[in-house]
């Protein structure tokens, strides 16, 4: 259980970690709210599926409005069986997506790990690549560095989000996370990157965890370690879980819940399918204190 005991030992052991500074992301003060788009129709949570251009950029268009600072668009699911969607038909459905919102001077960020659906996506006016791949890592910083994008770096054991290992990780899998961000942080800036963010991945990648609880309960002691990463000097972003196995039928309820986690954490990014809940969440955390 978590209590105030386990968050005081966390503290005792990793504190000297707490206080340190990391770069902002795209100039932005304080947390970010990433919103969510999924144009694959194997995306679970239904309330961020759109199938069409038009549905998609309405939904874009929404999150901006709820307080989204970026909307992160991606075109195949990382659920277990989705539809494998190649990058032709990846660009295909996310470059007008992409085009119309950013016209709009909505920040868009592309979740994909294919270099031609990346380039594409970047010339059509996307400020963030979400990197869920780590195979074509120097191509990636190329495409990113020439337009002057930033790049999120998730922790993957593999080649991209969907092709991962399944070797379980570390009881404290932090220091392996540390390098392999150290080693891919120094490649990125070496070729041009300048403005960087590193994910650890606790969204996907549980073929070494396959019950559904111990999966969340590692989820959320992921969410109170994030201060760790602060070590690197850059922001550190989540997509924030579901848990829908914990929450049953008030799924929605759960990024909430694990916003509250982040935020001990200190997490930078929050990517969300509830922005306004989690908005609420996060200005909540901002106002009250603990101090008598």
């Given amino acids: 259980m978590i209590s105030l005991r386990e968050l005081a030992r966390l503290v005792a052991e990793h504190g000297d970690a707490l206080d ?4 902002p992301f795209l100039g932005l003060a304080g947390p970010a709210l990433m919103g969510v788009v999924n144009l694959s129709r194997d995306s679970w949570y239904r309330e961020s599926v759109a199938t069409t251009t038009e549905a998609a950029t309405r939904r874009g268009r929404v999150l901006a409005a709820q307080g989204a600072h970026v909307v992160d668009v991606g075109a195949e699911s990382v659920v277990d069986g989705a539809e494998r969607v190649e990058a032709e038909e990846q660009s295909r459905r996310l470059v007008p997506v992409i085009e119309e ?6 920040a868009v960020s592309v979740e994909s790990y294919h270099p031609r659906t990346v380039e594409k996506a970047l010339a059509a006016g996307a400020r963030v690549l979400n990197l869920t791949g780590s195979d074509r890592d120097e ?14 770096l998730c922790h993957i054991v593999g080649d991209h989000a969907r092709a991962l290992s399944d070797r379980p990780v570390a009881d ?11 080693a891919r942080l120094a490649v990125a800036r070496a070729r041009g990157v300048e403005d960087l963010v590193v994910d650890p991945g606790i969204g996907f990648g549980f073929g070494w965890l396959a019950d559904p609880v111990e999966r969340a309960r590692y989820q959320a002691r992921s969410l109170l370690h994030t201060f760790r990463l602060r070590t690197l000097g850059v ?3 989540h997509a924030l879980p579901s848990a829908m196995d914990v929450f049953g039928e008030e799924v929605r309820s759960s990024e909430g819940y694990f916003a509250v986690l982040a935020a001990l954490g200190q997490t930078d990014v929050y990517r969300t399918h509830e922005v ?5 969440v996060l200005e909540a955390m901002a106002t009250f204190s603990v101090d008598p």
């Fill in 20 to 23: 340190r500074p990391v770069a």
């Fill in 101 to 106: 919102l950013s016209a709009d001077g909505i």
């Fill in 139 to 152: 191509e990636m910083f190329d495409l990113a560095a020439a337009h002057g994008a930033a790049v999120v």
């Fill in 172 to 182: 404290d899998p932090v220091p392996e996370m540390l390098e392999q961000f150290e």
């Fill in 235 to 237: 922001p550190v972003c």
């Fill in 276 to 280: 306004p809940r989690v908005r609420a």
